[in-house]
Every structure is written in C-alpha cells, then in structure tokens.
C-alpha cells in the first residue's frame, strides 16, 4: 500500500487505531467548543460528538488510513508581508484546491486496497467530521505543535491530510510523540494573539478564520494587525525550527501560481464578482467570494500607509455590497486627512442606510476629531 500511495504522489502514508488520540482528543474538542473558540463556525459544535469518535461517524470502520501530501514552499512565505501594495496569500490557496487534487487520489488507493483485502472503504479530505490532526498523530506522521497545526520532522509544518476509513483490520504504526519542547516561536509571532495558551487557538482572533471563514465586519482592533494578509496566515507555520528538514512539494498539480505570489491590491480592488471568479477558478480562494475577499483587500489597503491607494476604497464606498463599502469606509479613513474624510461622510455616506457602514462612518469620523484634538493640544503645549 506503501508504494502505491506514493504513486499516487503521497508523501506520508501510516495506519492508526480508532482509540490511538484516546480521550484527550474528545476532551480538548469539547473543552474547545465550550470557550467559543470556534466562532461562527456553527458545524464544529454540531458535529462534535462524530467527530470525537471516528466509530459515530462509520460504526464499521476499524482501521484508519491517514495520508500526507507535501506542499513545502520553494520560497519564504512571509516575504510578501514586506510589500504593503500587494496581497500575501496563504501558501496552501496558491495552487489548485488541494481538495480536489487529494480526493482524487484517496479514491484511487482506497479502491486499490478495497480490491486487495475486500474491505469496504470511505475516503475523507477535510470537509467531513474527522479530527485528521490528532489521528495523524496517533498514525505517526507527526504531531500537534503549540499552534494546533501538524508538524512532522520531514516536512514541517506543510502537510495536507487525508483520511481512509477501511472495514480492515490492519496493522497499526506508533504514534509520533511531541517534540515542541520550550519553543513558542508560533504563539510569539501572531500579529492578534489567537493563542491564548500552548495548544490553544482562539479562532475568533486568527487571521485565517477571519479572512476566510467570518463572513462579516471584522473587529476593528484586529485589523491593524492582519496587516495585508488577504487570504490565510502562514506566520505560525513559517517560523517554525522543524521547517528545516522540509523539502518542497513535489507536486506539479500544487505548485504555486506566480499571479498569486504577491498581487497588487490596487487591482484586487477593482475585481467584481465576474473577475474575481474567473481569476481565482480552482484554487481555494474562489469559495470565500467576492465580497468578502475584497473586504479582506480593503483591510490591506488601510494598513498599507499610501494614500495613492485611497482612491481605490472610495470608489468602493458605492460597491453593492454593504460589507465591502463598510471596509471602504475605514479604509478610505486611514489614508486620507480629516477634512477629506468628513466631505466624504457626507457626499457619499449620508443617505447610507445599512447599520454596519454607518457605525464605520460614526466611528471613523469620531476617530479622525480626537485625532485633530489631539494635534492641537500637542501644538498648544
């Protein structure tokens, strides 16, 4: 099976025990859910009970299969983080929807070893209620890190998972034991703090939640620090020691588009939603919308420092859609002088009559007059 899962382009390939994460795996899940940890992601919690127990969600499965593909960058993945004119985008949404390229492949090895043992087979890649994470790690390919993600001592912390429940009895590999040790690069580097403690990750801070998964305004004191991060956070992953025994993906279906290396945000700002569609066909992007990446670009745009990007935002304080123009409005506000913010407020935002965009509007007007108080008092002492 080994082989022919390599093959098929897998990278790491172990089996695990339906008890191998035992009762830790269920208490930190419901012990996660309990915090609210999980934001608005409403499915967590209504799946918890199959996805504590792999036997809730297929009584008759009795070994797991886990599988890891490789998608190691070639190049640093912070380094678009220096450009504040362009988009970073998350490594992983760079190339072709890893879905679709890893369902492909499990159904293929799932019907070779289906054929070879008689067993029944069901494949599972991310969408479905499995703790693929804890099961790797009980499986061997590696562990859970401080930042919850998997990290493996081949290749970092860039796997994507996989998971084959069979009706086989087969063998299972040890575990792999966790070798974080007294590091906490990973928890030191998130720019809003989502780890409230080792282990612990806050969804309702992380940027990836918030840029993919949240579909409304974002807080406004965890904008600044998304910087101009569009799509995903790679900081946790990226910094990383055990990245250095990564090798690239060697995956020609997951290599990276160039056109999403590094774009400039001027001209993610002007996608509507035909253009945002047709560029971003295939790759992970393209299930969040429109909307909501362009509100993501707008955050980029406001913490980007140059007011030659203003004139983007205040042509989107017209956009259809109320989250986009909310975005536009804050912006617009942290690019352009007082005076230009308040003749905006009321030439294009008097009549507004969504709630979210005319707090954006309160809010940045009351911002912009403690700021001009602020200067005057300065100067006056």
């Known amino acids: 099976m080994a082989e022919r899962a390599q093959a098929l382009g897998f990278d790491a390939v172990r089996v695990t025990t339906l008890d191998a994460a035992g009762p830790e795996m269920r208490a930190r899940l419901e012990a996660w859910l309990a915090q609210d940890y999980h934001g608005s992601m409403n499915w967590m919690a209504d799946t ?18 886990m599988l890891g593909l490789n998608y190691g960058p070639e190049e640093d993945p912070l380094a678009a983080l220096a450009r504040r004119d362009r988009g970073a985008i998350s490594v992983y949404a760079r190339a072709r929807d890893y879905h679709d390229v890893i369902k492909g492949k499990l159904k293929e090895l799932a019907g070779f070893l289906a ?14 209620p499995v703790m693929e994470k804890p099961l790797a790690q009980g499986a061997g390919i590696g562990w859970q890190g401080k930042h919850t993600v998997l990290v ?23 575990p792999e034991r966790d070798h ?43 904008r600044p620090g998304i910087g101009n991060r569009i799509f995903g956070c790679d900081d946790c ?19 990276q588009r160039e056109d999403l290396e590094a774009p400039p945000l001027a001209e993610l700002a002007r996608l509507d939603d035909a253009a945002f569609r047709a560029r971003f066909a295939g790759t992970p992007i393209k299930r969040t919308g429109r909307d909501r990446f362009v509100r993501n670009v707008l955050i980029a745009i406001g913490n980007a ?4 990007l203003a ?53 940045a007007l009351t ?11 300065e100067s006056a002492a």
């Open 48 to 65: 918890a009970e199959r996805r504590a127990d792999p036997r809730a969600l297929w009584p008759d499965v009795q070994s797991i299969v």
């Open 115 to 128: 054929a070879r043992g008689g067993s029944d087979v069901k494949v599972y890649v991310d969408t479905a």
């Open 152 to 174: 493996s001592r081949d290749f970092g912390n860039w796997l994507f998972l996989g998971a084959i429940f069979t009706t086989a009895m087969l063998p299972p590999d040890a």
């Open 180 to 222: 974080c040790g007294s590091c906490r690069r990973c928890l030191d580097i998130c720019p809003t703090n989502a780890f409230p403690a080792p282990y612990q990750l806050d969804s309702r801070r992380c940027i990836s939640y918030l840029t993919i998964e949240h579909k409304g305004p974002i807080a406004p004191e965890l």
């Open 237 to 255: 992953l990226a910094v990383c020691p055990w990245n250095k025994f990564a090798q690239t993906g060697r995956e020609a279906r997951l290599r």
């Open 305 to 308: 420092g140059d007011p030659g």
């Open 311 to 363: 004139e983007e935002a205040v042509r989107l304080l017209d956009d259809p859609a109320p989250l986009v123009r909310g975005m536009a409005v804050w912006a617009a506000s942290r690019l352009m002088p007082r005076e230009r913010v308040a003749a905006l407020a009321v030439e294009r935002l008097e009549a507004e009559t969504d709630a979210d965009v005319r707090e954006e509007r309160d809010r």
């Open 367 to 377: 911002q912009h007059v403690m700021a001009g108080e602020t200067a005057l008092a």
